[in-house]
């Protein structure tokens, strides 16, 4: 019934039943099929550090989660209550974009259209409303929305098929050493349109931890036990990665943008070491007075040294609208 409900909304916008609004100025939307989990955030953190030296960038979210409603503009010291973590994230790391949240993406373009050249739209791949210049649609390794189904069965959105709205396929999550033969049969399941590029991409950890006042390296972490709180969908990458370091932790989750509550928040108290996820970080601002707490950074590599490629498609489309 969800899966006919959303093949009948998307059939409607596709023969035009129902409107969607283009824009004379580049809009990149950053979206998944599934119901999260794939590396939206470092994807457009990638983008931005692709285009904020050249361009004005603006970054619009619904800003999931968050007290208020409408348009508001996200500022270096607004609360997570009021905007969001993740959208709070990008501002913190990139100060000199304009970031903002509403939940009606048209109303917030319109607010950004004098302020920006190029507006990256993060989750919006199932917000019809606007027909963005690109449609960069993400997918995790390990959970192929072509392996997926709907939901409350599967993590699906939307039907698979609603995939070839998308320009270009990234395979997020990819292990390091991922193999050609491998991707090629990953491209063979997710048989690509002719008009859509498919790429292939991994987390990148920091050599280094940091909070709002220093910065120190991983190797900090060894030969003393600390506790890692994670409130994202998919933590296990990360657990991996700190195993794979040799370092001595316990891990304690909690669901995806997780609201902490104040016991939660004095229990967390309790611990001498802390670390967690940039998004959770900003959500954890009442312990960083209390307890010794850091972030690790996460960036999103791509495979196959295309990342040029990558980039390069991405100017092209800005040029384009210029």
Do not use: W
């Not at 950053?30 to 470092?42: A, F, H, I, Q, Y």
């Not at 409303?129 to 690109?134: I, M, R």
């Not at 707490?293 to 390069?312: A, D, N, Q």
């Amino acid at each position: 019934m969800y899966g006919g409900i959303t093949a009948l909304r998307n059939f409607l916008y596709n023969k035009g039943f129902l409107k969607s609004k283009s824009y004379d100025f580049l809009v990149i939307c950053v979206g998944n099929l599934s119901t999260g989990g794939t590396g939206k955030s470092p994807m457009i953190e990638l983008l931005v550090s692709f285009l904020k030296d050249d361009y004005k960038v603006a970054v619009l979210s619904r800003g999931y989660k968050r007290k208020t409603s409408g348009y508001r503009e996200v500022l270096a010291n607004s609360s997570v209550k009021d905007v969001g973590d993740e959208p709070l994230q990008f501002k913190k790391k990139y100060p000199e974009i304009t970031v903002a949240v509403s939940e009606e993406r048209q109303t917030g373009i319109e607010k950004l259209k004098n302020l920006a050249e190029v507006v990256l739209l993060d989750d919006a791949f199932q917000h019809r409303k606007v027909k963005a210049s690109l449609n960069i649609l993400l997918t995790s390794f390990d959970k192929l929305y072509s392996n997926d189904c709907m939901l409350p069965a599967g993590n699906l959105r939307e039907p698979k098929f609603g995939a070839k709205r998308a320009d270009i396929i990234v395979v997020t999550k990819c292990p390091e050493n991922c193999s050609d033969s491998r991707m090629d049969e990953i491209k063979r399941k997710l048989k690509p349109k002719a008009h859509q590029e498919i790429y292939f991409s991994k987390i990148g950890y920091s050599s280094e931890i940091k909070n709002e006042a220093e910065s120190k390296p991983l190797s900090y972490l060894k030969n003393q036990k600390f506790l890692l709180v994670t409130g994202i969908a998919n933590p296990k990458p990360l657990i991996d990665f700190l195993k794979d370091e040799e370092l001595d932790f316990e891990e304690k989750s909690f669901p995806d943008h997780h609201n902490f509550t104040t016991s939660e928040i004095e229990a967390l108290k309790k611990h001498p070491l802390i670390l967690t996820t940039e998004k959770d970080f900003m959500r954890l601002q009442p312990i960083t007075k209390d307890t010794e707490i850091y972030y690790l950074p996460i960036i999103t590599v791509v495979l196959k040294e295309e990342e040029s490629k990558f980039k390069r498609r991405i100017e092209r489309e800005v040029k384009l609208k210029k």
